[in-house]
């Protein structure tokens, strides 16, 4: 599945964190989630985690200027706790940034949760008394996973964010921690940007394709991402008509759906994009195809509904009338001519539904 969510309900041991970090997984409060695209803003962005390699980190000569700049401030290093002055500080941050934040700091870490199934430490920053930044990182046996940072807003001259991320990473270095997940990035999306400037040249990403941690020197915009998948399927919308099978191109509204809680374990469809293949009724679900970046091919799906939505939505390239789960699988190829010809093979001209 391109996203989902697990529900632990002990702590995890050191090893299953660093399991998890090494599949592309993350915190999410009291629970850990993958996913492969983000809706932030009415806009898609497909996102890639990262690691940073801490063996030869030191950091960048900005990095050592911004904890040199820093270096009148205390800071302390210890297992982590939410406090008053803490949520005050959080809450004083969040009136200064671009993006909509938990509502509170308990919310983004425990969400009302009693157990802390994470082994938490917190940095906190004082310009002598006076509370002025704190970061969370979650530690495994070899792994370490920076959660969030926040600062007051009237330090911003000081970097703290980012003087915050450093400390954690050389902190994590200094414990024999092997490597440092700072989250996703997502092309694009300016907001995740920071992230690449830790140790770019020590940072790798995860190929969802190969399940992989590869290099960033050797990233490609464009592999895996948002515009080849719809590509692929621009390029198969044209083999169809070519043979004159009706179809329509859809980006799939519920694509995120195996993230929630109550749908735990039914592992919907949850591809971004499809091919609706014949002619389109609302209550049928014809075939459809789709392009996986994992594996680089086309796949000839029978899916089912398990649930009409009442969604209101005037994109006509949006589908969203149904939950679906796929049934089955007729047809795969990396060939967009050879799909349409297996289309012809198996349906004919004339068929308008699939029951």
């Known amino acids: 599945m391109f996203a989902q969510s697990h529900y632990p309900s002990k702590p995890l041991l ?48 900005t990095l050592q200027k911004i904890s040199k700049l820093c270096s009148k401030f205390e800071v302390r290093i210890q297992n982590a706790s939410i406090t008053p002055e803490k949520e005050e500080l959080y809450s004083t941050y969040k009136t200064g940034v671009a993006f909509q934040p938990s509502e509170s700091l308990e919310k983004l870490l425990f969400n009302g949760s009693e157990l802390n199934i994470y082994n938490t430490f917190e940095i906190t920053i004082y310009d002598e008394k006076k509370l002025i930044a704190v970061g969370y990182f979650d530690m495994g046996k070899d792994s370490a996973a920076g959660i969030t940072s926040f600062y007051d807003p009237a330090y911003k001259k000081y970097s703290l964010g980012k003087f915050l ?20 990035f997502a092309p694009g999306c300016k907001a995740f940007d920071y992230k690449l400037e830790f140790g770019k040249d020590m940072m790798e990403y995860y190929d969802l394709g190969s399940g992989e941690w590869i290099s960033m020197e050797k990233w490609y915009s464009m592999k895996g991402s948002i515009e080849e998948n719809k590509q692929k399927l621009l390029d198969l919308q044209h083999q169809l008509s070519a043979v004159n099978i009706e179809n329509r191109l859809y980006r799939y509204s519920h694509f995120q759906v195996n993230m929630f809680r109550e749908l735990h374990g039914y592992e919907l469809f949850d591809y971004l994009f499809f091919v609706y293949c014949f002619k389109f009724d609302p209550e049928v679900i014809n075939p459809i195809i789709v392009y996986d970046l994992r594996d680089g091919q086309y796949h000839l799906f029978k899916c089912i509904s398990v649930g009409k939505l009442k969604v209101e939505n005037d994109n006509p390239e949006e589908y969203s009338t149904d939950l679906l789960k796929i049934a089955g ?10 799909m349409a010809e297996k289309m012809i093979e198996a349906f004919g001209y004339n068929v308008v539904s699939d029951t």
């Not at 699988?329 to 050879?338: C, H, M, P, R, V």
Request: charged content about 15%.
């Open 165 to 184: 991320i450093y400390k954690k990473m050389l902190y994590c270095k200094s414990q024999q921690i092997s490597y440092f997940y700072p989250g996703y």
């Open 329 to 338: 699988t007729y047809y795969s190829s990396n060939s967009a001519q050879e």
């Open 14 to 61: 050191p090893e299953q964190l660093d399991q998890f970090l090494y599949n592309g997984w993350f915190r999410m409060d009291q629970t850990i989630f993958t996913c492969t695209y983000l809706h932030l803003e009415n806009q898609i962005y497909r996102v890639y985690w990262l690691r940073v390699a801490l063996g030869n980190f030191a950091g960048n000569k």
